[in-house]
């Protein structure tokens, strides 16, 4: 008994279940997804500005569409190691994980063709410029 006590204080401040508690909770890998996209929009006269973070990803792991006034972005990302090369070692584990987010925000009067974005340094900044003309009212003839 007296050993278990004494073996007991090698620990530091927090036990073993505290420190995984804080480990497996608080460190996520920053190329994951979790939770959402986190965006800033902004609007001015000329056109709405949508930042958007997306840490880890690629350009090939997020797609930007627009469609019935709504601009979704989708970031879709695996991780995976191909091991198929490797002649000398047997692979025993191999883990990885797949994420998929999804964020859709209503940004009405957008001239679709002028639609930009670009991404860097984990940064997705799209650019949606207003449309400038203006369809008048007309009428619709009836046969």
């Known amino acids: 008994?007296?050993?278990?006590?004494?073996?007991?204080h090698n620990y530091g401040l927090f036990d073993p279940f505290w420190n995984n508690f804080v480990t497996d909770n608080f460190n996520h890998d920053s190329t994951a997804l979790h939770g959402e996209l986190k965006a800033d929009i902004s609007e001015s006269p000329k056109a709405y500005?949508?930042?958007i973070e997306t840490p880890g990803l690629t350009k090939k792991d997020v797609k930007?569409?627009?469609?019935?006034?709504t601009l979704t972005v989708t970031a879709d990302k695996t991780s995976f190691e191909d091991h198929a090369n490797e002649k000398e070692d047997?692979?025993?584990?191999s883990e990885r994980t797949h994420s998929t987010v999804q964020r859709s925000f209503r940004l009405p009067n957008v001239a679709i063709d002028k639609i930009s974005a670009k991404q860097e340094a984990g940064i997705l900044t799209i650019t949606l410029p207003k449309q400038t003309e203006?369809?008048?009212?007309?009428?619709?003839d009836v046969d």
């Open 134 to 140: 203006h369809k008048a009212d007309f009428e619709v």
């Open 64 to 69: 930007v569409g627009y469609h019935d006034d």
């Open 1 to 8: 008994m007296t050993n278990e006590i004494s073996n007991r």
């Open 90 to 93: 047997t692979v025993m584990i």
């Open 49 to 51: 500005k949508a930042v």
